[in-house]
Nanobody, 121 residues
Framework: QVQLVESGGGLVQPGGSLRLSCAASGSIFSISAASWYRQAPGKERELVAAMFSSGSTNYAASVKGRFTILRDGAKNTMYLQMNSLKPEDTAVYYC???????????????WGQGTQVTVSS
C-alpha cells in the first residue's frame, strides 16, 4: 500500500520561509512525476509546482522565483521550499506523485492528506 505523507506546514509571518516534505512509503518501484497543489478556502485546487522524470520543472506564475520543488530519489521524498511567503499563499498544500509499484504495473496517481500553511502577522 503506497502512502504519501506531508509535513512541514504551519504558521509563518509574511516574508518568511517554510519547507514542506512529502514522504512516499510502501512498495515503490519508481516515481515518474511529483507535484504540489494547494487549495485556499473557497477556491479550487491549483497546481503550484511539478517535477517530471526528466528533471524539468514547472511553476505557477504566482510562485515562480519564490518556491522550489525538490526531490530526493533515494528517500522517495519530495520537497517544496517556499520563500518570501505572502498571505495569499495561505492554503492547504497537497503533494501528488505518479508511482509504479512494480516494473510491470501501470503508473497510478497518489495524493497525500494535505498540510496547512498559514501566512499571517
Amino acid at each position: 500500500q503506497v502512502q504519501l505523507v506531508e509535513s512541514g506546514g504551519g504558521l509563518v509571518q509574511p516574508g518568511g520561509s517554510l519547507r514542506l516534505s512529502c514522504a512516499a512509503s510502501g512498495s515503490i518501484f519508481s516515481i515518474s512525476a511529483a507535484s504540489w497543489y494547494r487549495q485556499a478556502p473557497g477556491k479550487e485546487r491549483e497546481l503550484v509546482a511539478a517535477m517530471f522524470s526528466s528533471g524539468s520543472t514547472n511553476y505557477a506564475a504566482s510562485v515562480k522565483g519564490r518556491f522550489t520543488i525538490l526531490r530526493d530519489g533515494a528517500k522517495n521524498t519530495m520537497y517544496l521550499q517556499m520563500n518570501s511567503l505572502k498571505p495569499e499563499d495561505t492554503a492547504v498544500y497537497y503533494c501528488s506523485a505518479d508511482i509504479r509499484v512494480t516494473a510491470w504495473s501501470q503508473t497510478r496517481n497518489y495524493w497525500g492528506q494535505g498540510t496547512q500553511v498559514t501566512v499571517s502577522s
